[in-house]
T-cell receptor, first 113, second 108 residues
């Protein structure tokens, strides 16, 4: 079974703090993704990576950056957290073709106060 | 980008009833995926469809890839309480688009 893990299930941060969300997958997948999920808006792609050290912007990259130093790990960074970044953050990975069948982690519910 | 149109937004049904939900798009997709998300968890892939017209089953779940390649539907037969959750579709083409989800509530 594919396993995608995320470093925290719940996180509370203050406005202006730097926030790191970590994601690790154990299936040697080439591609990794970060989404945010908000009620009524569904999943929106923030960034994705199709190889180590490679990254591509998704639909809503503003206010976020990412890092992929190792194949199994993909980090999402909020340089200066704001209240409108309060959301559920989901990491996913997929093999082969960039936008193939994606397997998701359990999610991190981030609250920025 | 344009997300997929998924309906209904929510459903309240009695245990044992059948359920049907669908996704439509103005774009053509090469693959349709259906996911289920339990409260507080990440989405889990239920069914993947790769060919127009394809009908695929996974237990009590049946999904179809529309002939036009612009739509897909998911049926759940004889619902049970553990079917509760949010179901959403995803279309895969040049990129990946998601429906906003159908929230299913099953009353025992």
């Amino acid at each position: 079974d594919v396993k995608v893990t995320q470093s925290s299930r719940y996180l509370v941060k203050r406005t202006g703090e730097k926030v790191f969300l970590e994601c690790v997958q154990d299936m040697d997948h080439e591609n990794m993704f970060w989404y945010r999920q908000d009620p009524g808006l569904g999943l929106r792609l923030i960034y994705f990576s199709y190889d180590v050290k490679m990254k591509e912007k998704g639909d809503i990259p503003e206010g976020y950056s990412v890092s992929r130093e190792k194949k199994e790990r993909f980090s999402l960074i909020l340089e200066s957290a704001s209240t409108n970044q309060t959301s559920m953050y989901l990491c996913a990975s997929s093999p082969g073709l960039t936008f193939g069948e994606q397997y998701f982690g359990p999610g991190t519910r981030l609250t920025v106060t | 980008g344009q997300q997929l149109n998924q309906s209904p937004q929510s459903m309240f049904i009695q245990e044992g009833e059948d359920v049907s939900m669908n996704c439509t798009s103005s774009s053509i997709f090469n693959t349709w995926l259906w996911y289920k998300q339990d409260p507080g968890e990440g989405p889990v892939l239920l069914i993947a469809l790769y060919k127009a017209g394809e009908l695929t089953s996974n237990g009590r779940l049946t999904a179809q890839f529309g002939i036009t390649r612009k739509d897909s539907f998911l049926n759940i037969s004889a619902s049970i309480p553990s079917d509760v959750g949010i179901y959403f579709c995803a279309g895969l083409g040049d990129d990946m688009r998601f429906g906003a989800g159908t929230r299913l509530t099953v009353k025992p």
